[in-house]
């Protein structure tokens, strides 16, 4: 019986095997967690090493920002995408993060998804239908602009105000909290 070796590395930055992403729709990203060796590392079921780490969010977080160096991405938005992705918050202490990526859901957090459509259904966790629903168009036509690629001047306008209205209405929220607290320390 043949048994693994496994070459454990620190979750630092410079120990970390980057890659270049693949047009494959079936791969995907994995952390896996072992808990005698650490955290493995698998990208379209190729392993990409192991690495130990008391912080899997914060392996994730800085593995998903040198991938985004890595591949010409933007990686000083990963974390607040990342931060999107998140439902509901964890009640595993340091693992709040997904641990499995698609390539979709990858190339938007890297910032390599150029389509604003894709982009924004991933980044609020919302069908087509959804996001069709809330700008004012047909589902159909969505689709048929994602599989072009081509966004009519409307429809990209249509999402970028639909996102900003989001953002504000997140702001007002936090205003509002903050707003109640004074009020009741106040009182």
Do not use: H
């Amino acid at each position: 019986m043949k048994v693994k070796t496994i070459k454990l590395l620190s979750a630092e930055k410079e120990n970390f095997k980057l890659f270049k992403l693949k047009d494959d729709v079936t791969c995907k990203l994995e952390f896996t967690s072992n808990p005698m060796d650490g955290y493995s590392v698998k990208y379209c079921e190729k392993d990409l090493g192991t690495y130990s780490t008391d912080n899997l969010d914060l392996l994730i977080l800085n593995f998903l920002q040198e991938l985004a160096i890595y591949n010409n991405g933007n990686s000083k938005d990963v974390k607040s995408k990342l931060n999107n992705l998140i439902e509901n918050k964890s009640i595993i202490i340091n693992q709040q993060y997904p641990t499995i990526y698609k390539n979709s859901v990858l190339k938007y957090l890297l910032g390599l998804e150029d389509n604003i459509i894709r982009a924004a259904s991933i980044g609020q966790n919302l069908t087509y239908q959804q996001l069709a629903d809330a700008i004012g168009v047909s589902e159909s036509s969505l689709r048929s602009s994602v599989s072009t690629n081509k966004v009519s001047k409307q429809v990209e306008k249509s999402i970028e105000m639909y996102l900003k209205v989001l953002r504000l209405e997140k702001e007002l929220e936090k205003a509002n909290t903050i707003k109640a607290v004074l009020k009741s320390w106040l009182e």
